[in-house]
């Protein structure tokens, strides 16, 4: 007994002692079947939630927010390449639209000169329209065709529907076209068109003239007994080198006496419309082509 009191003197000893008694204790209390928490567990599961509270949200937050920051540069590189292609797009579009509308002329183009072609042995080469002179003495526009592509002076002009003039001058790239809007007969230097009509060949005249009024030409020295009426096609006769056969020139609106009352005269609308030029067609006939 002595002993033991000695043993149990030893303060150290006497205190592991104690803490291995409550440990035992403790673990057979959690461990048993219970409904609820002690308090010292509620305690420390309360100290822990606060303790991770404290750091989880900054720490949420600074995540999110670096997150977002990923995010905004991914939709600004995003919003980039959409703006590139946004920019691509719209040429491409300008392009097509300018492509469409030039396969849509020269399909028509195609077709006008398949049709002429057929008839008569021309050819025609397109030329486009690079600068137009309004001035009411000399009307006139220059083309992109010149001496290397074998135009030369006295060539007719055409549009896709009808007569528009005559070459009046070549150079080396480009020639001048003198509208047949610039005919008068007081001037000695415009030649008169020889034509006839579509409807009936037995129908002759000559187109000398252009009235500013009423924007017609006026076709002359109609016998009176010549079949001419409202509405026929008024085509070039081709007995002159500048006006071959066969070139559309207009529709006649009306015919009236002469002021003599031996002839008559026919007010005829040119076919071609004299505004927004874009293409026309130079006729090369067997005698000037090359």
Request: no cysteine.
């Amino acid at each position: 007994m002595l002993k033991l009191f000695k043993l149990l003197g030893n303060k150290r000893l006497f205190v592991i002692l104690i803490a291995l008694v409550m440990f035992i204790a403790l673990m057979g209390f959690t461990l048993g079947p219970r409904a609820t928490l002690s308090w010292p567990e509620k305690f420390l599961r309360d100290t822990v939630g606060f303790a991770q509270n404290i750091f989880y949200k900054p720490a949420g937050y600074v995540a999110g927010l670096f997150k977002d920051i990923g995010n905004m540069r991914d939709t600004y590189k995003e919003n980039e390449k959409l703006k590139i292609a946004l920019a691509q797009y719209t040429r491409e579009k300008a392009n097509y639209n300018f492509m469409e509308e030039e396969n849509k002329s020269l399909k028509e183009s195609l077709h006008f000169t398949k049709a002429q072609m057929e008839k008569f042995d021309y050819s025609y080469h397109i030329a486009q329209v690079i600068s137009v002179n309004s001035d009411t003495v000399n009307r006139s526009l220059v083309i992109d065709l010149g001496e290397r592509d074998g135009v030369k002076v006295g060539q007719s002009v055409i549009s896709i529907k009808g007569l528009v003039g005559v070459i009046s001058h070549v150079s080396n790239f480009t020639s001048t076209v003198k509208l047949i809007t610039t005919m008068d007969a007081k001037d000695p230097n415009s030649n008169g068109i020889a034509a006839t009509s579509m409807n009936n060949h037995q129908t002759f005249g000559i187109i000398e003239s252009y009235d500013d009024a009423t924007q017609m030409l006026l076709m002359t020295q109609i016998k009176q007994t010549d079949p001419i009426k409202k509405d026929d096609m008024i085509v070039s006769l081709g007995d002159t080198d500048k006006y071959p056969r066969g070139l559309i020139i207009g529709k006649v609106k009306s015919v009236q006496e002469s002021k003599f009352g031996k002839t008559k005269t026919a007010t005829i609308e040119p076919e071609a419309e004299f505004q927004d030029w874009k293409q026309l067609f130079v006729v090369f006939t067997p005698e000037v082509q090359q």
